[in-house]
């Protein structure tokens, strides 16, 4: 039982953070509800996950409310997303809008106002252990600490996007989620009738959706055109031009296309080629074939780890492989085996043999070729 502590959910208008609003009610939490209002442009679905948000807390019976973060939205995660990919970075704006956002100036709003926890309808869960005794007058007591760690349905885990959360706030987050299969998270809507029972899940950045990149960084940063040119691996010589890009930044590392072909260049070169790499000063976009864009070698900066005292493994992507880790010194981290498409600015994160989440780092510097010449 909960005591009646107070909760405050973060409402998106979806069947996940419907159904853990239900299951704290259900356990006994006092739960209000709140829709983050975070982005709004025409076209996208803001104005009917927010309608749908209220439905729920009505069904709920639950108090709701709407908090308006665009300003800071604007500033914290879409600010940052221009600029890692004018930097010919790949950024990750999930990872900072749970860190600056949800866990950040909301946990904030939650612990002003008097609740005791945070939650949402991530599919991650938290850890918790007791840390060495100390002997007061009492006797023996216990200090708690919490991580994180994987969600029981890998097939849905999101702790990959948590990585950043601060760990003092862990104490005061709840994923009601992180035991539950997304089937049975749909089971549970149904039975309780909710409007978001059917509700599609939500594809694309965090609170912005399914929108159009290429779009917004064509309006914002325009296009530079330069050469495309392949890996000295490939026939022709070092830097042999293939084709013509639009700007660095429309292009992530493992990329397959994109690009225009020289008519002369098509007919020897349809084999399928992906982004290796990036010269900034040539504005030129190396590609090659698949084997080439693979790698066992990167660096992380800044990194929650020191180095290695037991077995982890990585993730390079959300819902990618975990690959065991060799070493780690230094921030230079090496893999027990290649991996594919490995690119700066996303986030690595790392894991021990029981999903428990142990540290993370932004990637930088790999072997993925950056010069040809």
């Not at 107070?6 to 299951?23: E, H, K, M, Q």
């Not at 929108?211 to 495309?228: A, M, T």
Request: proline content about 3%; some cysteine.
């Amino acid at each position: 039982m909960s005591d009646n502590k107070r909760v405050v959910v973060g409402l998106s208008g979806g069947v996940d953070s419907s159904v853990a609003a239900a299951l704290l009610l259900e356990q006994g939490y006092e739960v209000h509800g709140v829709y983050l209002e975070c982005y709004n442009t025409p076209g996208c679905r803001t104005d009917q996950d927010k309608k749908d948000a209220l439905k729920v807390a009505l069904k709920l019976g639950i108090s709701f409310e709407v908090l308006d973060f665009r300003e800071e939205y604007k500033e914290k995660v879409i600010e940052y997303f221009y600029r890692e990919y004018e930097a010919e970075r790949t950024p990750n704006p999930d990872v900072m809008c749970n860190r600056e956002i949800k866990f950040g100036i909301f946990y904030d709003y939650a612990m002003e106002n008097g609740f005791d926890y945070v939650a949402t309808g991530h599919y991650a869960r938290i850890a918790t252990y007791k840390e060495s005794p100390r002997r007061d007058l009492q006797g023996d007591s216990f200090k708690l600490s919490f991580k994180l760690q994987c969600a029981r349905d890998e097939s849905k885990d999101q702790s990959y996007f948590l990585w950043q959360i601060p760990r003092d706030h862990l104490a005061h987050i709840l994923f009601p989620l992180g035991e539950m299969d997304k089937s049975e998270v749909r089971a549970k809507a149904k039975e309780l009738k909710l409007v978001t029972a059917e509700k599609p899940d939500s594809m694309g950045i965090c609170f912005m959706g399914e929108v159009n990149v290429s779009k917004l960084l064509e309006d914002r940063l325009g296009e530079k055109k330069g050469d495309v040119v392949l890996y000295p691996a490939g026939p022709g010589p070092a830097g042999h031009k293939i084709g013509e890009h639009r700007g660095l930044w429309f292009y992530t590392i493992g990329q397959r296309g994109g690009w225009e072909m020289n008519p002369k260049s098509q007919t020897a070169e349809m084999r399928p080629l992906y982004v290796i790499g990036k010269d900034k000063e040539k504005n030129q976009l190396i590609v090659g074939e698949w084997g080439e864009a693979m790698t066992n070698n990167f660096k992380i900066d800044p990194s929650t780890l020191v180095g290695m005292t037991r077995k982890l493994w990585v993730r390079i992507r959300n819902l990618g492989e975990l690959v065991e880790v060799e070493m780690i010194k230094d921030g230079k981290v090496s893999l027990k085996k290649k991996v594919f498409a490995v690119a700066e600015g996303q986030s690595a994160v790392f894991y021990d043999e029981n999903g428990i989440m142990v540290g993370g780092g932004i990637i930088g510097a790999c072997n993925i070729h950056k010069n040809v010449s």
